[in-house]
């Protein structure tokens, strides 16, 4: 949980400046150099792999080799859902594999409100990849939308449950990272004892439906 609780360090850089140490650092080595960093850091991810049980899809390090705007091909979509911040967003999604926003940062958006309404209507919210606008989450599913917001708040972050996860289009790396299979970093698995649980960062669901 310790992890998760920290604000990302980057928070404090632009998008561009935290685009431009990423890509700096990666793309100034040769050709061969980089194939040998990522290789070590595929083998590196190895140890203390953990498999988490089904319906929970593992992924490997290969879905987060960099690519085009950090561990993603495109930026967050600009107009973010919920009043999310746009450069939080970007940092936390595309340059940042272990940090989070800050615990509670989804209480000061418009989260709550818009949701009651969306689960009024629909009897469901679905979350969106920031990055890609592909469904990655649908709740509440087997629990009531105050049992979700109540656990959610008692955590920090949304918190889901395995039967919310849209398995399409998420995994969930050796370490316990939830990602998107578009490269997308989401959150982690801190399972407890009634299973996985989810711990997402809002900025990183907060997407749009793709058209």
């Given at each position: 949980?310790?992890?998760?609780?920290?604000?990302?360090?980057?928070?404090?850089?632009?998008?561009?400046?935290t685009?431009?140490?990423?890509?700096?650092?990666?793309?100034?080595?040769?050709?061969?150099?980089?194939?040998?960093?990522?290789?070590?850091?595929?083998?590196?991810?190895?140890?203390?792999?953990?498999?988490?049980?089904?319906?929970?899809?593992?992924?490997?390090?290969?879905?987060?080799?960099?690519?085009?705007?950090?561990?993603?091909?495109?930026?967050?979509?600009?107009?973010?859902?919920?009043?999310?911040d746009?450069?939080?967003?970007?940092?936390?999604?595309?340059?940042?594999?272990?940090?989070?926003?800050?615990?509670?940062?989804?209480?000061?958006?418009?989260?709550?409100?818009?949701?009651?309404?969306?689960?009024?209507?629909?009897?469901?919210?679905?979350?969106?990849?920031?990055?890609?606008?592909?469904?990655?989450?649908?709740?509440?599913?087997?629990?009531?939308?105050?049992?979700?917001?109540?656990e959610?708040?008692?955590?920090?972050?949304?918190?889901?449950?395995?039967?919310?996860?849209?398995?399409?289009?998420?995994?969930?790396?050796?370490d316990?990272?939830?990602?998107?299979?578009?490269?997308?970093?989401?959150?982690?698995?801190?399972?407890?004892?009634k299973?996985?649980?989810?711990?997402?960062?809002?900025?990183?669901?907060?997407?749009?439906?793709?058209?």
């Amino acid at each position: 949980m310790a992890r998760h609780s920290f604000f990302l360090l980057a928070s404090t850089l632009t998008s561009a400046t935290t685009s431009t140490l990423f890509t700096t650092a990666f793309t100034s080595l040769p050709s061969t150099a980089r194939s040998i960093n990522f290789n070590k850091l595929t083998t590196r991810s190895m140890f203390g792999k953990k498999e988490f049980p089904a319906p929970c899809v593992m992924g490997d390090e290969t879905i987060m080799a960099p690519k085009k705007h950090g561990t993603s091909e495109t930026p967050v979509q600009k107009n973010l859902r919920w009043n999310c911040d746009y450069e939080t967003a970007d940092r936390i999604c595309n340059f940042n594999r272990h940090y989070a926003e800050y615990a509670g940062y989804w209480t000061t958006t418009t989260f709550v409100e818009e949701a009651r309404k969306e689960f009024a209507e629909k009897g469901e919210i679905t979350f969106y990849d920031s990055n890609t606008g592909k469904p990655l989450f649908v709740a509440p599913k087997g629990r009531d939308l105050d049992s979700f917001l109540k656990e959610s708040q008692s955590h920090g972050w949304p918190s889901f449950r395995d039967e919310e996860v849209v398995w399409d289009n998420v995994r969930c790396l050796g370490d316990g990272e939830a990602v998107s299979v578009d490269g997308t970093h989401l959150g982690h698995n801190l399972p407890d004892n009634k299973g996985s649980r989810y711990c997402i960062n809002l900025v990183s669901v907060a997407g749009r439906p793709e058209k």
